[in-house]
């Protein structure tokens, strides 16, 4: 007959340990839901710096997190791509952060922007 015993003894410590959250680091500010984002300055992959200014005259922005080594951000592109067409002309904006060098992003490699819906 198996023992059970470790693998109970595992899934307690994991009970215990799953509730546990990191302290928010000195400065760190939690955004509620429905407050303004902070404006930020992010290099795009067209060369130049974007901000959330840019992005002003549309009612919503979309923010996407991408990766270039993410099958699942990969499956998702060409959705992101259809609803960028879908959307354009609309006040709505897309943008894509990606985590990875810019030189890992080429835009012709892409179709689109993934910083701006046009």
Known sequence: ???YFPG???LLALMIAGPVRAEDPPGFHRLAIGEAAPD???PGID???WTLTDFAASDVLMVYFTSNHCPVCHAHD???L???KEVKGKSLA???INP???EGLRPDELGYSKYDDS
Request: proline share 8%; hydrophobic share 50%.
């Open 1 to 3: 007959m198996k023992s």
């Open 8 to 10: 109970v003894l595992c």
């Open 40 to 42: 930020f300055k992010l």
């Open 47 to 49: 060369g130049r710096d």
């Open 78 to 80: 060409p959705r992101l």
């Open 82 to 84: 259809a609803l960028v």
């Open 94 to 96: 897309v943008v894509a």
């Open 100 to 102: 990875n060098s810019p």
